[in-house]
């Protein structure tokens, strides 16, 4: 059965080169909903990346699946009033590496210069290293300088675009978390590696037909000392986005577990180094005293509240979101806040619990603003 579903992972990465027709009108997503950031609610509803799992899709896995559960996807968010969504990363999930949930696995397996046939000496070594107790093995062996290989950043944010049709981001995993996960037998050294991987990804932001580039970094906060190494990777990045541009910061999620430990407040130089328009940020699950951080963050970037809670099934009631929302924006202070959203992608929570926590959430949004 995995031997199956590898081989149908495989098909999704061997995708067709989109039709020009397709791209154009994916480059006009882009341009329709520009207005998104001009027009409608002063606080925006967004999700992070990761949706559930689809039953179907992993039951019958084709590009024709994959872009039919996008469909579903991006259809909820939006039938439920999230003013941007995004496209579940639905086609990065690859059942044979369910921990990571492609948040990893799809960008090593593309970038050249990593062999990710990973040998037993290889996993005793990255285990020496002890760079990822939660990982046994290394997603990858970096053997040679990194290359493009077959990442085509454009072609995935493309499809995504097209099934969306209008307002959508796009997602990106940080090259430092990425770094993290690989030995490195050609660099020999953490930051040579992580901005080396930052460059080839840059490469390839700056035409992405999308709303919004978001970066997801769910490792540094539990290594702040690594802070300033992940700063310039990420910002390597945003320099080329020519849209909005997001960051994403979490503690872990594994299946209701914090991974990392730490707190917000010794990273508030690293926040305020970024190069973003907006953060999206985990709150929901944090003890109050993080919110403290708020009111220290540059008013040049915008914050991004997560007011639901991925790490447990309880629905939130939009009064409680609401009342969340408020104790942020009373810590932030006026007109800071610009976005709400889940803590983290729902990868891990069953459809049925995910689509009430989205409803929830534009619910909340809106009784706090007071609209509709
Ligand atoms: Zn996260």
New binding site residues.
């Given amino acids: 059965m995995v031997k199956i579903l590898r081989s149908a992972a495989f098909a999704w990465r061997e995708l067709p080169v989109l039709p020009s027709r397709l791209r154009v009108r994916a480059l006009k997503c882009r341009d329709m909903s520009s207005h998104l950031f001009s027009e409608g609610p002063s606080i925006k509803t967004t999700t992070?990346g990761s949706y559930s799992q689809i039953d179907w899709l992993y039951a019958l896995p084709s590009e024709q699946t994959v872009q039919d559960a996008m469909r579903v996807v991006i259809g909820l968010q939006r039938d439920a009033g999230i003013d941007l969504p995004t496209d579940g990363e639905l086609y990065r999930y690859d059942i044979s590496h369910p921990d990571t949930n492609g948040m990893i696995e799809y960008f090593i397996s593309r970038i050249g210069g990593i062999n990710t046939k990973i040998g037993i000496s290889d996993a005793k070594a990255f285990s020496q290293k002890n760079e990822m107790s939660f990982r046994r093995k290394p997603a990858g062996v970096v053997t040679e300088a990194l290359s493009e290989g077959s990442l085509d950043l454009f072609e995935s944010c493309t499809r995504s675009s097209q099934v969306a049709g209008g307002p959508m981001k796009f997602t990106l995993t940080s090259p430092y978390m990425l770094a993290r996960t690989l030995l490195d037998n050609h660099y020999g050294n953490l930051e040579a590696l992580t901005l080396a991987i930052a460059d080839v990804m840059a490469e390839q932001v700056s035409e992405l037909p999308c709303t919004c580039v978001q970066i997801?970094e769910?490792n540094v906060p539990g290594s702040p000392e690594n802070a300033p190494l992940a700063a310039e990777a990420i910002n390597r990045i945003l320099d080329k986005v020519k849209v909005e541009k997001a960051v994403?910061?979490?503690f872990?999620?594994y299946g209701g577990q914090t991974i990392q430990s730490g707190k917000w407040k010794p990273l508030l130089d690293f926040l305020n180094s970024l190069h973003a328009d907006h953060l999206v940020m985990?709150f929901a699950h944090r003890p109050d005293g993080d919110l403290d951080v708020l009111k220290e963050i540059d008013t040049k970037i915008k914050l991004g509240i997560g007011v639901v809670d991925i790490k447990v099934n309880h629905i939130e009631s939009p009064e409680e979101i609401a009342r969340r929302i408020e104790k942020a924006d009373s810590k932030a202070g006026p007109d800071r806040v610009g976005w709400v959203h889940p803590?983290?992608?729902f990868w891990m929570l069953k459809r049925s619990i995910a689509e009430r926590k989205i409803e929830s959430l534009v619910k909340g949004r809106d009784l706090f603003l007071g609209i509709r």
């Fill in positions: 992070v997801d769910a994403h910061f979490c872990g999620n985990e803590d983290c992608g």
